[in-house]
């Protein structure tokens, strides 16, 4: 039998990872070439001739005299924390297929849960806002889903303590899976599924859902829509237009609660959106730890007040 090329590739071995980023010289100089990647370049003047100030670590624009830190406006921006710290979050969070609860990466590191909690929440906030830059295209299967166990009161669609998001996987065209997308929204209205549309397809996509008529507003985001009335039960789960879509979500709901004890309703986007970044780069497993280090390098700085805020979606 032949062995899963996914499942069976070696990733980045702890070993490998330690001779790579295990100093702080190695860890500045990966974060400089992420930032600077055609070397430096004043964000001032645009002149390419700088220097590094002894005293303080700057970089210093030779023309206007601009000065820079290494992090300045990238997600490491103001940290205390060693950036050995860091590289070594974003390898344990990337190299598990499932993620890591923040009380284990606690321990990993060596921190504290807070500052572990913020550090992670703050890379899970890199891999869903670079996750989300490129729009799915092509063939694409839709599903509406909710997160969030059971409440006494209203039941079905709108009940307390569930929220909502859209499942949508690419799919090539041999029918195999490509890329993932799952986004927290309001609920399920026309004009909210044609505001996701807008945002997360590209106009002439095929979009395959079941029978529920808000996913009609997808057609007037400029998609071609072809719904399937699926019925209830089990066997609604098994139509071949919706296999893959039905496959992620059972997935992600396994790997969520397998790995995390319970997650806050405001930050389900966030542990979605790193659950999708790791399957969409699943055949570079090698590759996410420089791949986040880039995102993260061009990311805005996320303050820790910003992080305990309600994620806003459509």
């Not at 909210?192 to 008529?213: E, I, K, Q």
Request: proline share 4%; with cysteine.
């Amino acid at each position: 039998m032949q062995r899963n090329r996914v499942q069976f590739q070696k990733g980045l071995s702890l070993g490998a990872f330690l001779q790579r980023y295990g100093s702080e010289p190695q860890c500045a100089e990966a974060i400089f070439k992420a930032r600077w990647p055609r070397g430096y370049r004043c964000r001032a003047c645009g002149s390419r001739s700088h220097c590094r100030l002894r005293t303080r670590k700057l970089f210093q624009c030779n023309s206007c005299k601009h000065q820079v830190s290494l992090t300045a406006g990238t997600l490491f921006a103001s940290t205390r924390l060693p950036l050995t710290t860091w590289f070594l979050a974003i390898h344990l969070l990337t190299q598990s297929k499932h993620g890591i609860s923040s009380l284990e990466l606690a321990r990993q590191l060596g921190v504290s849960q807070n500052t572990a909690w913020q550090l992670k929440h703050k890379l899970m906030q890199a891999m869903r806002e670079r996750d989300e830059r490129v729009p799915l295209a092509g063939i694409v299967q839709v599903d509406d889903a909710y997160w969030g166990g059971q409440r006494r009161g209203q039941r079905g669609r709108g009940a307390a303590g569930k929220t909502p998001f859209v499942a949508a996987v690419e799919v090539t065209a041999d029918g195999r899976p490509h890329k993932l997308r799952m986004s927290c929204v309001k609920g399920f209205r026309k004009a909210v599924l044609r505001g996701w549309a807008a945002r997360h397809l590209r106009p002439g996509t095929r979009v395959h859902s079941d029978g529920l008529a808000c996913f009609r507003g997808v057609a007037e985001a400029g998609c071609e829509h072809l719904a399937t009335v699926t019925g209830g039960g089990p066997a609604s789960c098994e139509q071949p237009r919706l296999r893959w879509v039905n496959t992620m979500l059972g997935n992600v709901k396994r790997s969520i609660d397998g790995t995390y004890h319970a997650i806050d309703a405001k930050h389900v986007p966030r542990y979605l959106g790193a659950f999708s970044y790791r399957f969409n780069r699943r055949y570079q497993l090698a590759d996410l730890v420089p791949r986040l280090v880039y995102a993260s390098a061009n990311t805005p700085p996320m303050p820790g007040r910003l992080l305990k805020l309600d994620e806003s979606y459509v």
